[in-house]
C-alpha cells in the first residue's frame, strides 16, 4: 500500500511569511495555480481515497489535486482534524516564520546544547518552539503527535478493511514533521518540503517506509 502525505499549497499568509498554525489562510493566486500543476503532474495516479485536515488549504488542495486527476472515479475529500496543522497560540498571523525559526534554534543551542546549523530532532525542535510563545498557549508536541498518528492509522486501517492500494493524505509542514518519524524513525532527518511536497510511505504488513517523492 502506498499513502502519499502531501502539504498543502501556498497560502495567503506563506506568502508574507507569517506563522501561520490554525489560522485558516486559504490559497492565494500563486497557490491555486500551484496546486493544479501538481495535480497534473500527478495525474496517472490513481489515488483512491483522499484525505485532509479542516483547514481550508488543506482541503482546497486536496479538491484541486483530485480535480486534475484521469481516473474516471474521483473520490470525495474525507476531513479528519487529526492531520490539521499545529496551533501555534500568539505566533499565528504575529510572528514570521524567520522569527519562530531563529528563536526555536537559539533555544535548541541554548537548552539542548545543538549548535547552529546542526539538525535538530523532531521532538526537540516542536519544544524549542512550544518556548517561543509568550503566553504559552502552543499546542504541545505531544497532542500534536498523538492525534497526527492516530490519524494516519486510522486511514491505513480503512485502506486494508477497504483494499485500496493509493491514498493521499494532504496535511502541513510541522505536522508532517511531527508525524514522520513516528512511522519511521530513520526519516528523522533534514529534508525540505515546499508547498505540495509530497513523502511517499510504503506500508507493508509490519513495516512502514517513508521516501521523499519527487514529481
Known sequence: MHIYIMRHSKTVLNSKNLVQGS??????????HL?????????????????AGNLKRQIQTAEIIISENSSESKPEVIIDRG????????LESNWT?????????ANAEKYYG????????????IKCMEMTDPLHQMEPYEKVAERSLAA????????????????????SGITIRV??????????K??????????????????????????
Not at 492531520?83 to 500568539?90: A, I, P, Q, T
Open 35 to 51: 496546486a493544479h500543476e501538481a495535480g497534473f503532474k500527478l495525474k496517472d495516479l490513481d489515488f483512491q481515497m483522499v484525505y
Open 152 to 171: 494516519f492509522n486510522r486511514v491505513r486501517n480503512e485502506a486494508i478493511k477497504q483494499g485500496k492500494d493509493n491514498v493521499l493524505i494532504v496535511t
Open 83 to 90: 492531520f490539521d496543522e499545529m496551533h501555534f497560540g500568539s
Open 179 to 188: 508525524l514522520t518519524p513516528l512511522l519511521d524513525p530513520s526519516f528523522d
Open 23 to 32: 489560522s485558516d489562510s486559504p490559497l492565494d493566486e500563486e497557490g491555486i
Open 97 to 105: 516564520n524567520t522569527k519562530m525559526d531563529t528563536t526555536a534554534k
Open 114 to 125: 545543538i549548535p547552529q546549523g546542526q539538525h535538530i530532532p523532531a521532538k526537540t525542535l
Open 190 to 215: 533534514p529534508f525540505v518540503l515546499g508547498n505540495c511536497g509530497m513523502i511517499l510511505a510504503n506500508c507493508s504488513d509490519d513495516s512502514i517506509n517513508l521516501e521523499l517523492y519527487n514529481y
